[in-house]
């Protein structure tokens, strides 16, 4: 059997919550592998996360250089095929760094390449059976993989549950040598930290949350009218924000806000995984479609198949009734 | 400055619900709305309004059948000035890897300085554009939500990373960005527009005009999906169906009782 990698994100010393999910992944894919981590940064913060993810991995590997304290995957991919065995299996979170990473790496390494993996059916022979979805979640996919030649797969945050109990300390090794030079066409300038607005949608208890389905600019009111009358606020999911219709600090999901209301109504939204993403603190979820097949339904407390620009406005309107009968 | 986006045609999600079919092997595309991939047209979108601040052409390429020639079309009624059609039988059943190869030859027999696509299709892996510029050697850069021309050798390029945040970097030409939604305003395309490219030619390239080997292509394949399913997921939701103000009443309970009510 292959080797097993798993690359560890980590910041200001401390590993990702993926680091853990990554190992049980590792251990779907062969029970009894010994899986190496491999940690990449600079400083002393670097010992901090080795020792936090020595728990899960028989073997770390350290790689530490001044010119590797920000993640760019252009610099860490060529060092990344430089060290990784032909033939290994490499494991990583999906998220915006691994989209950045990784589908070049398989091409580095001549590995095979299956992106935001959600299940792992096992090994058969040199063959993977992995699960992963399209179309937003709406079906989901067994797909083989060829993996005789390795193979580099990342996996959805949160798909794999980390597995508890002792485990042997793996040994850390630090491979800081064994990476050559470190030069790239793209070089890293400043991250630009996401403006404060007026509504900050992580402070409410309700939220009413909008998706393609408020159809356009001009209907975000209705919403607006109920938040009003609940005393909640407008939160929304991406094609809101990428139409202009509302602006990116009420968006909720992987690439937005991380929420943690205690009723989140999802009106018109599909409920791709990004978007789950940013629903935290498991609040009653309360959803409308007008599509019976939305992924959404899956995951929420309540549905109604409906046109939210129907319901709305008639929910809104019972609010005002009991409001206005309990002022008399 | 020379432009290529490579561009998909796909199922479109806003307008189907997406079935198996009854066979449970596939999804039911009898009755499927296709459309371009909608983050390929916010890059078409970006290409063009780069090509108008500095100067430049923009091409679009896709790998498919003559089915796919109308999403070329869409796309040059926005303005791209060239649409090319890569298909082959030999392409059949290609995964990302052959894919990226396949668009890679067609860029070697060219001289682009900057190759977009969009950051993933819904069918899709987001892989193709990382993929084609680890073959060309290229810097890359995905998730893409700015552009600026700083000179005709480097760009400085915004990323989405998380939490609303964006990643700041320069990065040199010839390179491969993908580009994520929302990154401009596409414009609109009528039917009149659609019209006055429907007799432009569309020059189709096949597997040996761009000297392919079949063990780069289609069966070639190492990942391979071998069925849709629909997954159970926990309970669901409790489906209230009684009538439109019945729901509301409901609705309006359970919030209260949730203590959601100020």
Redesign the interface.
């Known amino acids: 059997m292959a080797r097993i990698f798993a690359y560890i994100i980590h910041k200001n010393g401390v590993a990702d919550d993926s680091a853990a999910e990554l190992a049980a992944a590792a251990s779907k894919i062969d029970a009894h592998a010994a899986c190496t981590a491999i940690v990449i940064g600079s400083g002393s913060e670097l010992d901090s996360v080795c020792a936090a993810v020595q728990v899960s991995f028989a073997e770390v590997w350290k790689i530490s250089n001044a010119a590797l304290a920000y993640p760019n995957a252009e610099l860490i991919r060529p060092l990344l095929a430089k060290i990784v065995p032909a033939g290994s299996v490499v494991l990583l979170p999906h998220d915006h760094f691994s989209i950045d990473l990784a589908p070049g790496l398989s091409v580095k390494l001549n590995a095979a390449f299956v992106s935001d993996v959600l299940g792992i059916d096992g090994l058969d022979g040199h063959f993977l059976k992995l699960v992963r979805q399209e179309f937003g979640g709406q079906v989901s996919a067994h797909v083989k993989c060829d993996a005789s030649s390795g193979a580099v797969i990342t996996i959805r945050p949160g798909a794999f549950k980390a597995v508890a109990g002792p485990k042997p300390v793996g040994v850390v090794l630090d491979k800081s040598a064994e990476i050559g030079s470190l030069t790239a066409g793209r070089r890293y300038l400043e991250t630009i930290v996401a403006e404060a607005s007026d509504v900050d949608i992580t402070k409410h208890a309700v939220l009413v949350s909008i998706g393609r389905g408020i159809q356009e600019k001009d209907n975000v009111g209705i919403a607006q009218e109920l938040a009003e009358a609940l005393g909640a606020a407008v939160s929304c999911s991406r094609p809101v924000v990428d139409a202009k219709w509302l602006e990116k600090s009420r968006q909720v999901g992987s690439s937005g806000k991380t929420v943690k209301p205690k009723v989140y109504l999802a009106c018109g939204i599909s409920g791709a995984f990004q978007h789950l993403a940013g629903i935290k603190g498991n609040p009653f979820i309360i959803a409308i479609n007008k599509n019976p097949k939305a992924p959404i339904f899956q995951v929420a407390d309540i549905g109604i198949v409906d046109d939210i620009l129907e319901f709305l406005p008639q929910l809104t309107s019972k609010v005002q009734e009991m409001r206005g009968a309990a002022a008399k | 400055m020379e432009i290529l986006v490579c561009v998909k045609r796909v ?1 479109d ?2 307008e189907n ?4 079919n009854s066979a449970g092997n596939d ?1 039911e595309r009898g009755d499927l709305v296709y459309s371009i991939n909608e983050p390929d047209n916010y890059a078409v979108e970006e290409a063009l309004q780069i090509a108008a601040r500095v100067g430049g052409k923009v091409s679009v390429v896709t790998v498919g059948g003559e089915d796919d020639e109308e999403v070329l079309r869409r796309e040059m009624a926005m303005g791209a000035s060239h649409g090319i059609l890569l298909s082959d039988p030999g392409f059949a059943g290609s ?3 052959g894919i ?1 190869s396949i668009l890679k030859a067609f860029v070697q027999k060219g001289s682009y300085d900057l190759i977009l696509t969009g ?1 993933q299709a ?10 084609l ?3 060309l050697d ?6 893409v939500t700015s552009i600026d021309v700083l000179d005709e050798k480097k760009l ?1 390029v ?15 030409l010839p ?1 491969v960005l ?1 580009i994520q ?2 990154i401009n ?1 596409p414009r609109y395309v009528g039917m009149k527009g659609i019209r006055a490219v429907q007799s432009v030619p569309i020059p189709t390239q096949g597997a040996g005009d761009l000297g392919l080997k079949p063990a780069e292509i289609g069966a070639a394949a ?10 159970v ?2 309970t ?6 009684k009538s ?2 019945e ?3 409901e ?2 309970e ?2 209260a009782a ?5």
């Open positions: 199922p999600t806003s619900e997406i079935e198996l999804i995964d990302g890897r990226a950051v819904e069918d899709g892996a987001a892989q193709v554009g990382g993929m510029a680890a073959m290229y810097p890359f850069a995905s998730l400085k915004s990323r989405e990373i998380e939490g609303g945040n964006k990643e700041v970097s320069e990065i040199d390179s993908s939604t929302g305003e190492k990942v391979t999906r071998m069925d849709y399913f629909v997954p997921l926990g669901g939701a409790r489906m209230l169906d439109r103000e729901n509301a009443e609705v309006l359970l919030i949730k203590g959601g009510l100020k």
